[in-house]
């Protein structure tokens, strides 16, 4: 077996744009510095992020709709790859000819089980959108492996199309020397100045798009005297979020920053991270948080919950009125400086570089599978 291998790796937007672009930005750049040539087959790429990575560009075609798109992005893939020789094809889209597959989200089957059940008949049976989904997702998991970001994903494929063969977990991982409790403590009174958060408030981060999905009404709801919210990303339903801060009088104690390249001066600022997500396959914020040396509270139904031990190094929302009362608690210095110097020790096992080892001898494994199946000549 070569010590290098030859790795096409199919995604739509090889940028930091979202967690799972970041995903596998980042192990990709790992897995090039170990010596591997990985080729990207993505609709739009970022330069300074490719290195030494080739980049060959997929029509992007249909871009009006996420179902059309995604069909079309399968095909041109297959296309692209037809007449190409790789060691190993690894995508994060729902695609057809790949050796293995990221799970990055829920299944869409497990999302219709939310609806009523006349709806939800519509949505399986009546909506060719939905159909199209389904199909993907089928084809999506007769993958030969596949790949969740947490746990929980893993739970969720076994649950709705019952396989648990060949399913590895493979959790997000978070960059220890930006995200580093000294360095964003010697940040923290300079980064507080120009946010003008007193010493005396608790400020409150909460990082990410799709606010409604993500439980951000829940966290504004939550903001209590002596509390100050930050709110990076871009996200959707900004009118309703803006009516809930006004019902609640808190115009002038929620900013909404959205997106920014350098993230790390806010956590400087923070004195907490909040996820209060209502479907969340992972988190990397809460491991961002957790890294930085902050305490974090998040859903107990996202996949990063499971990092999480409730009162020692973080704390599980378990409903919006202990969310609230959790935040109150939190107002305390000490406890504060507790749960974030635990948090900090968990993130220690969590590095991309763990992430790509894992994904390198996870390689390895289904090459030798594919070299015994092959018939002797």
Not at 334 to 355: H, N, V, Y
Request: hydrophobic share 45%; glycine share 6%; with cysteine.
């Amino acid at each position: 077996m070569p010590d290098s291998l030859r790795i096409a790796v199919l995604v739509k937007k090889f940028t930091l744009s979202g967690g799972m672009e970041r995903y596998v930005v980042e192990t990709c750049r790992r897995l090039a510095d170990r010596g591997h040539r990985i080729d990207i087959y993505a609709r739009e790429a970022d330069p300074e992020l490719l290195g030494d990575m080739r980049f060959f560009r997929v029509p992007a075609r249909f871009t009006f709709s996420s179902v059309l798109s995604a069909v079309s992005f399968a095909g041109e893939t297959a296309k692209m790859l037809r007449h190409q020789q790789y060691d190993i094809v690894h995508s994060h889209e729902k695609g057809c000819l790949q050796d293995v597959e990221t799970i990055h989200c829920f299944s869409y089957k497990g999302g219709l089980e939310k609806y009523s059940l006349p709806r939800r008949i519509d949505q399986k049976y009546l909506s060719l959108r939905s159909l199209l989904y389904l199909w993907l997702e089928r084809r999506q998991m007769k993958t030969p492996w596949l790949i969740a970001v947490s746990e929980a994903v893993a739970a969720d494929i076994r649950k709705q199309y019952r396989r648990s063969g060949n399913v590895a977990v493979v959790p997000p991982g978070v960059d220890l020397e930006v995200f580093h409790a000294e360095r964003v403590a010697a940040m923290r009174m300079a980064a507080r100045k120009t946010e003008g958060v007193p010493a005396d408030q608790l400020f409150v981060l909460f990082v990410g798009s799709e606010f409604r999905r993500k439980g951000l009404d829940r966290l504004i709801q939550a903001i209590g005297p002596g509390m100050r919210l930050l709110v990076i990303g871009s996200g959707d339903d900004m009118p309703y979020h803006r009516r809930i801060i006004a019902r609640r009088g808190l115009e002038d104690r929620v900013r909404f920053a959205g997106l920014v390249r350098d993230v790390l001066p806010f956590y400087a600022a923070a004195d907490v991270v909040v996820l209060p997500s209502r479907s969340e396959a992972f988190g990397m914020s809460v491991l961002e948080g957790m890294a930085s040396g902050l305490p974090v509270l998040v859903s107990a139904n996202a996949g990063v919950a499971a990092l999480i031990r409730p009162g020692e190094n973080g704390f599980l929302i378990e409903s919006d009125a202990a969310l609230a009362r959790q935040l109150v608690e939190l107002r305390d210095q000490e406890l504060r400086r507790r749960i974030g110097e635990a948090a900090r020790r968990t993130a220690l096992d969590f590095t991309w570089e763990r992430a790509a080892a894992a994904h390198e001898e996870l390689y390895r494994r289904i090459l030798a599978e594919k070299c015994t199946a092959e018939p002797f000549r």
